[in-house]
């Protein structure tokens, strides 16, 4: 098994998934309705690996909160009072641990600007064993230009790798897209396509909500709808032939992510919701 593909699943597969971005109106922040995970929401998900003998064995652990981050009214270009800002933190467990004595973290926040939803700034870093980088993206829509930088935090005198690009529109970060589309209408035989930026570059990701059905999930049997993104391919975000990446989203107010399956040429990955704070007991928290 090619660990550091393997991690880059881990890493990316549910924001990836969910990022199916149509044409929306824009909405004022004192007009429009408040979206499904504000103002604050937490979502706890295990991954589990299986292939041929080795079955659902577990292997990392999610974490994502919502939080609204006041502005400078002064300093802002869009005139909002808050900013979303998104934290995601994934770890290894289990399997790897145990097996390979494999021990990663990355810790992910992303910063949005409401009304357009489009990303703004997001920061990385990234632990596995005493290896650690840190990046982080700026994306300035008034220039259509984003910025990237990566840091090794253990070796200051490392010269940084730096990227730049232009871009026109909306555009997410790995992690921002997993809320976009929970505030996005979905139907079955719908075809999108999104752009999302990572590591310095802008990909095109083709997405197609597949099908509507039943699924158990920890709220019971409930309607999910199962989006399909094309993130496999030559000059794609997963740069492999073989490869399957299926999302299902509850069909309700809440738009929550439930589960993600990946089948690939390393074996099969389950990702699954364990745990949800709603936006009312996040707020006490």
Partial sequence: MNLGITK??????LAIALCVVPSVGQKSVTTRDAMPFEPAEELFYDAEFSKSVLRNLDVAEFRFR???????????????????TFNAEVSSKGFFTRLFNLRFRERVESVVEPKSFTIRKSTILDEQGKRVRQSEMHFDPTKGQLSWTQKDPNDPSREPRN???QFSGQLQDILSAIYFIRTQP???GKSFEIFISDSGQVYRVPVQVVERKRMKTIFGKVNVFRVDP?????????EQENGQLSLWITDDQRRIPVGVKIKSN?????????????SIEAARN
């Fill in 163 to 165: 990227a730049t690009a």
């Fill in 230 to 238: 094309a993130i496999f391919g030559p000059d794609s975000l997963i």
């Fill in 8 to 13: 880059r699943f881990l890493l990316t597969v």
């Fill in 186 to 188: 979905l139907a079955v």
């Fill in 266 to 278: 390393y074996g099969i990955f389950d990702i699954k919701l364990k745990r949800h704070i709603n």
């Fill in 66 to 84: 919502t939080t609204r981050t006041p502005v400078n009214t002064t300093e802002s270009d869009s005139g909002n009072l808050y900013s979303l």
